[in-house]
Nanobody
């Protein structure tokens, strides 16, 4: 059974930082590109960032460039998203998913990130 479990979300003030983690099991993590997407209240799914299996190629949405950094530890089957200088518009549920891009086969249950003063 494929499982993706996100953690690290929470409430943070504007300008603050959070680090999200996603632990993957039952899946060939080291052989797969991985993706972070998010969904803000009342909005559709937004592609945030992707990382190739060997961390050689990345994608970041314009809205998070220079603030968010995706990384992975293949030995730990874990994907990360370091989020700095958070803005209120970053408030969303964040999901990790397998593959490259927003339309992927497996996705976790999500972790809530709320940016508010």
């Amino acid at each position: 059974e494929v499982q993706l479990v996100e953690s690290g979300g929470g409430l943070v003030q504007p300008g603050g930082s959070l680090r999200l983690s996603c632990i993957v099991s039952g899946f060939a993590f080291s052989a797969s590109d991985m993706t972070w997407v998010r969904q803000a209240p009342g909005k559709g799914l937004e592609w945030v960032s992707s990382l190739s299996r060997r961390s050689t190629v990345t994608y970041s949405a314009d809205s998070v460039k220079g603030r968010f950094t995706v990384s992975r530890d293949n030995a730990k089957n874990t994907l990360y998203l370091q989020m700095n200088n958070l803005k209120t518009e970053d408030t969303a549920v964040y999901y990790c998913s397998t593959g490259w891009g927003p339309s992927t086969k497996y996705r976790g249950q999500g972790t809530q990130v709320t940016v508010s003063s």
